[in-house]
Structures are given as C-alpha cells and as structure tokens.
C-alpha cells in the first residue's frame, strides 16, 4: 500500500518538475515508438487493403495466420531480430543491434500483423451494398478504394491505436534489440522492468503511470482528429 | 483487380516509404551517435546496479573522445553476446566460463582488475542455522535442515549467470549432485537477475547467494541479513577482456585495448578503492592491483599493458 502511494506520488513529481532522466526517456519511447507504428501502417494499411479486395487461393489461410501473429511473444520477436541483427546474422552489417533503429525494426515487425489484420477487419465491415453501389457509379479503382478507406477509417484508427499501443507497452523486444542502454535504447518499459528489478517499485509504478498518461493523451488527440 | 490497382498501391507504398523513410532516418539519428565509432561492453548486473560503469564510461570519454556503452546482462549472457561478435569488450566474473571462451578462440587479453565477495544472505531467524559456518558448510546446513524443515528454501537466480555458476560449484564441493539438489523441491530457480532473486528470496524468506556490490546496491529494500562471508571458497573476481578480431574483424580492437589498460591504470584503481567507501564503509569492487595473491591469479594479469 506504501509503494502504492509513493508511487502516484513520486510519479507526480516526476511530471511537476519535468525530471530531466525521465523527459529524456519519454522522449526517446515516443520517438522510437511513432517511428515504429509510422512504418508498419506504410505497410500494413496498403497490404490490408490488398488482401481484402483480392481474391487469391489461400487467402482465408493467410488472414488466419495473420490474426494467428497477434499472439506472437514480444520476446520471440526480439531473439530473432537479435538473431537478424546481429553482426553474426544476416543483417549484421546494418550494425543496428542495440541501437534505437533496431528497436524500431523490432516493434514495426511486432505490430505489423495486428494492424494488418485490423486493417482488413475493417475494410471487411463496410457494408457490401456499399461497395456494389461505388462499382455501378463506374468509380474508377484509385476512387473505389479512397472511398473505402474513408468508410472505414475510424476502424484504421482504432487498428492504428491498437498497433502504438501494442508498441509502447511492451518490454521483450525493446530489451533484447536495445539493451537498455542508460542514454541510448532506455525506454519507459525497459526502465520499468530495470527499476522493478532493483527494487525500487514506487518509481516503476510511477513510470508506469506516466507511460499510460502519454497512451491518454494519444488517444485523446486521435479522438479529437477523428471528430473534425 | 487489375493491374492498375496494383500499381496505384505499389507507388503508394513506395512513396510514402521514401518520404517518411528519410525525415524518420534524420529523426532516429538524434536518438543517439551511430554505433561506428562506439565501444559496446557486454557486462554482468552487479557493475552496471552500483553504477560505477556509467563513472569510468564517463572519464573514458574526457579522455579519448570515445563513447562506451554497456548492456548488463547475466555473464552467460554476455559471453553469448560477444561470441556473436555483437560487443567490442566482456566484463564478466566466471572464471571458468571465461576460460573457455579464451580457449575457444573468442576472448584475448585478459585482465583481472578487482575483487569482492559473495555472500550467503537469508532470513534473519536463519532457520537453517548457517551462521558462522564456512561457505560448503552452510551449503550443506541448508540442504539438510530442508530436508525435514519447510521453512528452508533456496533461490537459485538459475540464469547461468556468475553468480549462478559460483553456486552449483559451491553444491559440488559440498558434495552434492546439482542435478539432485536442482530438481528438490525446497530449490527454487528464479531465472532472474540479482535484484529480482534477491526481492524473490525476501517474499519466500528464503537463503540465495548474492556478491557484495549488489548486496550492498539492494540491501537497503530488504529485511534479509547476510549470513556467511569471507570464505575462500566465496571470492569473487572481476575480469576484462576483449573479443578476438580473428573470430569478430569488425570489433573496435585498438580502442578496446585501451578500455582495458584504462581498466588497471591507476587512475581506475583509485576509483575503486574508494568507490561506494561512503556509502557502505568498503568498497563495492576491490582493486585488483597488488592482490594478485588474493586473487589467485598472476600479477601480469593484475598489471601488464596490453600491447
């Protein structure tokens, strides 16, 4: 109960007077973290779409391993990007191991799956009438496809969401890939699992605390960008 | 769809690709310097929770321009790490897992630059009464008062880590069978690092083995007391080294010869004599210059510069 509330408050302080270690690492885990989801929905948005308006052999199987990934463990992701990255590897000479770039590499390979997946869920909910009514206007495909991404784009958001959310919270791929190195790869998580393990359990929960402000104020942004 | 589709989704791609590629490359790039001209040292927990790498990091910089970074990880780890040629230097304190990685081919240039102790630390009503006992003495007290006394258990950090290989050794020369001694039930395998097995050990109020630069680092969040120190059989030694350029050629050989010279010049040598002095009255790492003997090592491995 004590670390409980030393915990809100030691995060309170914190915040009030912008403790220049934890600005530091909340800064690097929201560069590090939008990077990461920046890159997957490059990815993942346009192969959700493919994958939902085109009819291959197959394609039930791949949406099944595609949702089948979202269980993927963060730590599976990280020993094999280490195993990827590392000078031993095949993408060893990229030198991104324990580096912020591998760190990005790692979580966009993490979250692509489940905001591919999403994006095809989406795309999927538009009604069918819809779609039948676009093609008999004549809409050409550029146009058939701008209008359903707009039909759908709160779920993308929602996908969009679930990915950074996905990304900021997680632990194994960030310390595997960037070794929580004090200045260089030390993110929110990683700083909470290092402090928990020393023991200092109020200034984990504090981190923590602060980690969910910053998933607050996204969503609160994200919410206010889709009710323009 | 036909092929137009296609290729509107693949300029999409490509485009966006490029353009967030290249304002994402400027922006990761501030995140910190490349790692071309940096020494990664892959080093065991108790060096990196008494915080004194982030000091010597530090003075080694003012001196050479050079940025050194370290991840803390258990020894095993850390040996795993630069057999794959993925850090410049190791700092470890297992000498016979250090041994065959020299053996192996891997590591070059060892130098021993400090010492301390592990310690016994357990619940402080002792239940297996381990006090005053030597090192395989209390080891053995504690497998035989588990035996008929639930109140008895070990945590093992059981991650292959220093720590974790001094303990199995301490159960063979107390005449045990690890396997044996691993698979009882009053045996619990952490799997964790020093920190954790020792917040671990409190819950259970069990005994584990811990060296003193953690002990003295965690001891403050904790009601567990140490209970045996100072036996021989509980020394604990520092080593530097660095990985082989035959085995790794793009590991940065000159300057990690220099971490290791500045490693055991005096200047570091002083620092750690005194470091930690004020808070816990000793020293968290002793220096290894002139201990040789107690070390069990030769002094050329204490002081000679590596060329």
């Known amino acids: ?26 800064i690097r885990t929201l560069q590090i973290t939008s990077s990461s989801v920046g890159i997957s929905a490059i990815f993942a948005i346009p192969l959700g779409a493919v994958i939902t308006f085109r009819n291959f052999y197959g394609k039930r199987l791949l949406i099944s391993i595609i949702q089948t990934l979202y269980a993927l ?24 191991l324990f580096t912020p770039y591998g760190m990005v590499f790692g979580q966009t390979i993490l979250i692509i799956p489940i905001m591919t997946g999403l994006t095809i869920a989406a795309l999927q909910g538009i009604d069918p009438g819809i779609s039948d009514t676009i093609r008999s206007l004549g809409a050409s495909h550029l146009q058939f496809l701008k209008t359903h991404l707009r039909e ?3 779920a993308i958001m ?26 260089h790869t030390r993110v929110l998580t990683t700083a909470i699992s290092l402090q928990t393990s020393m023991g200092n359990f109020s200034l984990s929960l504090a981190l923590g605390i602060i980690l969910l402000a910053i998933a607050l104020i996204i969503n609160l942004f994200m919410s206010f960008l889709q009710n323009r | 769809m036909n092929g137009s589709f296609r290729m509107c989704i693949i300029v999409l791609v490509l485009g966006t690709i490029l353009l967030v590629g290249g304002a994402l490359a400027e922006k990761v790039e501030s995140l910190g310097e490349h790692n071309a001209d940096r020494l990664l040292i892959a080093t065991t927990t108790s060096l990196d929770a008494t915080n004194l790498l982030d000091l010597l990091e530090e003075k080694f910089k003012e001196q050479t321009g050079v940025t050194v970074e370290h991840v803390a990880v258990g020894t095993g780890q850390a040996l795993e790490i630069a057999k794959n040629c993925d850090a410049d230097i190791v700092m470890v304190h297992d000498r016979a897992a250090e041994d065959k990685f020299i053996d192996e081919g891997y590591g070059k240039d060892r130098r021993v630059f400090g010492y301390n102790y592990f310690l016994l630390v357990g619940p402080e009503q002792d239940p297996a009464h381990v006090t005053g006992l030597n090192g395989t003495a209390a080891f053995k007290a504690i497998k035989q008062a588990a035996a008929t006394d639930p109140r008895v258990v070990f945590v093992s950090r059981g991650d292959n880590s220093g720590t974790h290989s001094r303990e199995k050794l301490l159960w063979k020369k107390a005449g045990y069978d690890y396997a044996e001694v691993n698979a009882s039930a009053w045996y ?17 109020q069990g005994y584990t083995l811990t060296d003193s630069a953690s002990w003295a680092t965690y001891e403050s ?38 971490w290791i010279n500045f490693m055991i010049s005096d200047e570091v040598q ?34 000679d510069k590596v060329a």
């Open chain 1, 73 to 96: 463990p963060t730590v599976i992701v990280g020993l094999l990007c280490y195993m990827i990255l590392s000078r031993s590897g095949p993408l060893g000479e990229l030198k991104w």
């Open chain 1, 158 to 183: 929602a996908a969009i969401i679930v990915g950074f959310s996905r990304a900021i919270s997680e632990v194994g791929t960030a310390v595997m890939i960037g070794g929580n190195i004090k200045g």
């Open chain 1, 152 to 154: 759908a784009r709160f």
């Open chain 2, 270 to 303: 002083d620092i750690l004599s005194t470091y930690g002095v004020e808070k816990n009255g000793v020293p968290y790492f002793n220096p290894g210059r002139g201990s040789a003997d107690v070390m069990g090592v030769t002094v050329e491995e204490t002081s």
């Open chain 2, 221 to 258: 969040n904790l009601s567990l007391v140490p209970l045996v120190g100072n036996d021989e059989n509980f020394l604990n030694v520092y080593a530097v080294m660095r990985v082989n350029e035959e085995k790794c050629p793009d590991v940065n050989t000159d300057i990690a010869k220099r």
């Open chain 2, 188 to 204: 619990r395998e952490a799997g964790a690092g020093m920190g954790q097995t020792l917040t671990m050990t409190q819950e259970l």
């Open chain 1, 1 to 26: 109960m004590n670390d409980l509330l030393a915990g809100c408050e030691t995060a309170i302080r914190l915040i009030l007077t912008a403790d220049p270690e934890v600005l530091n690492i909340t």
